[in-house]
């Protein structure tokens, strides 16, 4: 069964994985949200889940119930779907569904992160400060990723207006104490007063709200690169999805 499906979806290289599962819903232009069975060798089990597509057009024709096999790439930018075949139709699965990613206009849920010093802060409806939303781990080995993340928002972090916060998440909270996080913001050269680093108990529900595929791979976790802006109500104003934008982008509608 594994050889005919590699011989359906093609090529086949290092990170390249085969997913099988059923379309449960369609979510913006790029991302579908599948039922799916274990994938065998990620470590993944079987589980409703949002997938990226590499090319939106690869998402064309899809309808709940239809039942597809998909390519499934770690690429620079985050796991995504890289190839996708149609291999039947049934019914839509009856299955409870988790946050969907917010659309520009809605209200990022209310809830509380701990940061660096131990202390509580707002996050989501209520908020009270604009605020630049991203997912990081300290532990990140790629270069592209949460280094490149930090590099960013060391920049940003000067540019910033009066008031307004950045916000890193951590996407390893077993590792990434508020203590493990403070030491890693001062190395950053963080200003606590404007970037602030925390931890989650519904990191879950965030990445689902932000649109993020987290997997965990051994010791390492696959992730994308995601950027919310957010008004001091907790209103997206918009979403990056790579780290190409400018300042005045970042913080358009927060001054």
Do not use: N
């Given at each position: 069964?594994?050889?005919?499906?590699?011989?359906?979806?093609?090529c086949?290289?290092?990170?390249?994985?085969?997913?099988?599962?059923?379309?449960?819903?369609?979510?913006?232009?790029?991302?579908?949200?599948?039922?799916?069975?274990?994938?065998d060798?990620l470590?993944?089990?079987?589980?409703?889940m949002?997938?990226?597509?590499?090319?939106?057009?690869?998402?064309?024709?899809?309808?709940?119930?239809?039942?597809?096999?998909?390519?499934?790439?770690?690429l620079?930018n985050?796991?995504?779907?890289?190839?996708?075949?149609?291999?039947?139709?049934?019914?839509?699965?009856?299955?409870?569904t988790?946050?969907?990613?917010?659309?520009?206009?809605?209200?990022?849920?209310?809830?509380?992160?701990?940061?660096?010093d131990?202390?509580r802060?707002?996050?989501?409806?209520?908020?009270?400060?604009?605020t630049?939303?991203?997912f990081?781990?300290?532990?990140?080995?790629?270069?592209?990723?949460?280094?490149?993340?930090?590099?960013?928002?060391?920049?940003?972090?000067?540019?910033?207006?009066?008031?307004?916060?950045?916000?890193?998440?951590?996407?390893?909270?077993?590792?990434d104490?508020?203590?493990?996080?403070?030491?890693?913001?001062d190395?950053?050269?963080?200003?606590?007063?404007?970037w602030?680093?925390?931890?989650?108990?519904?990191?879950?529900?965030?990445?689902?709200?932000?649109?993020?595929?987290?997997?965990?791979?051994?010791?390492?976790?696959?992730?994308?690169?995601?950027?919310?802006?957010?008004?001091?109500?907790?209103?997206?104003?918009?979403?990056?999805?790579?780290?190409?934008?400018?300042?005045?982008?970042?913080?358009?509608?927060?001054?």
């Open positions: 069964m594994i050889s005919a499906l590699l011989v359906l979806l093609g086949w290289g290092k990170d390249t994985y085969i997913v099988e599962g059923t379309v449960v819903e369609l979510q913006g232009h790029d991302q579908v949200l599948l039922d799916h069975e274990k994938v060798g470590g993944m089990p079987a589980m409703v949002a997938f990226r597509a590499h090319d939106p057009a690869l998402l064309e024709g899809l309808e709940p119930g239809h039942r597809v096999v998909a390519r499934f790439e770690i620079e985050g796991g995504q779907l890289t190839k996708v075949r149609i291999t039947g139709k049934g019914p839509p699965p009856a299955v409870t988790g946050p969907s990613p917010l659309k520009p206009g809605q209200v990022l849920p209310r809830t509380e992160v701990v940061v660096e131990g202390t802060q707002l996050l989501g409806e209520g908020q009270g400060r604009p630049l939303l991203t990081l781990y300290t532990r990140c080995p790629l270069p592209e990723f949460c280094p490149a993340t930090v590099a960013r928002f060391q920049a940003l972090q000067g540019a910033a207006p009066e008031g307004v916060r950045l916000l890193a998440v951590t996407l390893d909270p077993e590792h104490t508020p203590a493990v996080l403070k030491t890693f913001a190395g950053a050269g963080a200003d606590p007063a404007v602030r680093f925390a931890v989650s108990d519904e990191l879950g529900d965030l990445a689902l709200y932000a649109g993020l595929t987290v997997v965990r791979e051994g010791d390492g976790i696959a992730h994308g690169l995601r950027v919310l802006a957010l008004d001091a109500d907790g209103r997206l104003i918009r979403r990056f999805d790579d780290l190409a934008f400018s300042s005045d982008e970042a913080f358009e509608g927060m001054r």
